[in-house]
């Protein structure tokens, strides 16, 4: 006979934890004196709790024996979470005063102040000069900011021109004549992993095979059901007025302004990136491309990745040591997955759709991956190919596991 181990919220042990913290953390908390949500995401869970190395603090019900420790953990923090919370309001009063509107100053900041805190302590009489110096490292990256994109679509002299462009563009779109998947992808995948056969890959993008499969995505139903839009059939994108990275749309329902806010918020990406007016244009032509994509090896690798994520939603069906039955093993392994297959109906609801529609979410995780590198100009190596591929799986479930967490957490609490 087994005996369920007592538990508690995470979320309650950590709001409890931060309370004993007092006003020093005020600017790091909300309304009711909890941490933000970005105190935690971005300070407490990568800083102070580290579940990696404490996995006893990582799942949303904390055992018993493991809430003194988190708790004493927070509690020992407290001093440089104080200064934290002390740089982050003078990072923002300088911010003011420069008159700076770029990005989210949480997420910009609040890990710089963590930092500013560890190495000087709470704020003293040269906190100013030390603060102007912060603010111009972060926000004199090179490269293009959203606001420049956001200026150049909504410029009336701009505007009229761009939207003859997406019409001309798609107007002008040829779409590939269909061809079944090559053995040569099945061939590349087997043994990517391990030795990746540079000729074959280099046969593939030479053969132009993503642009080939690519056809079938104009078909009704079949970008749908890969995740890539919420429309029966792609439409020619808007330009769009507004973004946010909380309610992007799928990749093909999104306008060229949402298409290039999220890799114009990552200043220390964004360096390498071109003008904006480059930068528009390159996205006009690109959502007009197969697999809305620019580069033969992009799509390549859209591809490849279509064909081995295959096992993640059906059969096995992928040979030992292949790309396919790497994933699937990895995807199995996680302990959610394996319950939710096991027993459907004893998993929440959304935890039970992302188990079922993982291979969506994993095309739509990869496309972006994969686009980002496009704007970089990051071209994928054959050497390279399963280490995104891989990555694309682990990025999934770990997004598959806050959520779950978070579910955990609000039934606990409840």
Not at 9 to 28: M, T, Y
Not at 52 to 70: K, M, Q, S
Not at 294 to 314: F, N
Not at 359 to 381: F, I, K, N, P, S
Request: hydrophobic content about 45%; overall charge neutral.
């Amino acid at each position: 006979m087994t005996t369920a181990t007592a538990t508690l919220p995470r979320g309650l042990v950590i709001a409890q934890a931060w309370s004993e913290l007092g006003e020093a953390v005020a600017p790091l908390s909300n309304a009711a004196g909890r941490p933000l949500t970005r105190t935690v995401k971005l300070l407490l869970e990568p800083l102070v709790l580290r579940p990696v190395r404490n996995p006893e603090f990582a799942a949303g019900a904390v055992a018993i024996e493991h809430v003194d420790a988190l708790r004493a953990r927070i509690a020992e923090a407290g001093p440089v979470l104080a200064a934290t919370a002390s740089w982050f309001v003078v990072l923002k009063s300088e911010r003011r005063r420069l008159r700076l509107t770029e990005g989210n100053p949480q997420d910009l900041y609040f890990q710089r102040c963590f930092e500013l805190a560890t190495g000087h302590g709470p704020p003293g009489p040269d906190a100013a000069s030390i603060a102007a110096a912060t603010l111009a490292e972060v926000h004199g990256q090179d490269g293009p900011t959203v606001g420049a994109l956001r200026g150049f679509l909504s410029d009336a002299a701009n505007a009229g021109e761009l939207t003859r462009l997406i019409e001309a563009t798609w107007a002008a779109m040829t779409v590939p004549r269909p061809e079944p998947v090559p053995a040569a992808v099945v061939a590349f995948l087997a043994t990517c992993a391990s030795a990746p056969d540079h000729r074959t890959f280099q046969a593939l993008v030479t053969g132009s095979a993503g642009s080939a499969w690519a056809a079938e995505l104009d078909r009704p139903g079949v970008a749908q059901a890969h995740g890539l839009t919420d429309r029966d059939r792609p439409a020619r994108p808007e330009l769009g007025e507004r973004a946010s990275k909380a309610n992007l749309p799928k990749p093909f329902d999104r306008s060229i302004l949402e298409r290039l806010f999220a890799p114009l918020t990552n200043t220390f990406l964004r360096a390498g990136l071109a003008e904006v007016p480059v930068l528009v244009r390159q996205e006009i032509a690109r959502s007009a491309g197969p697999w809305q994509l620019a580069d033969e090896v992009s799509r390549v690798v859209m591809v490849l990745g279509r064909e081995a994520s295959a096992d993640l939603a059906g059969a096995t069906t992928g040979e030992a040591g292949s790309a396919a039955a790497r994933l699937r093993s990895r995807w199995e392994r996680e302990a959610y997955v394996h319950r939710v297959l096991r027993m459907p109906s004893a998993a929440p609801p959304g935890i039970r759709a992302d188990v079922r529609d993982v291979r969506a979410a994993y095309l739509r995780r990869l496309w972006v991956r994969v686009h980002g590198r496009e704007l970089r100009r990051d071209e994928v190596t054959a050497d390279q190919v399963w280490d995104v591929l891989d990555g694309v799986l682990r990025s999934v479930i770990l997004d598959q596991r806050d959520r779950l967490r978070a579910v955990l957490e609000r039934e606990a609490g409840a």
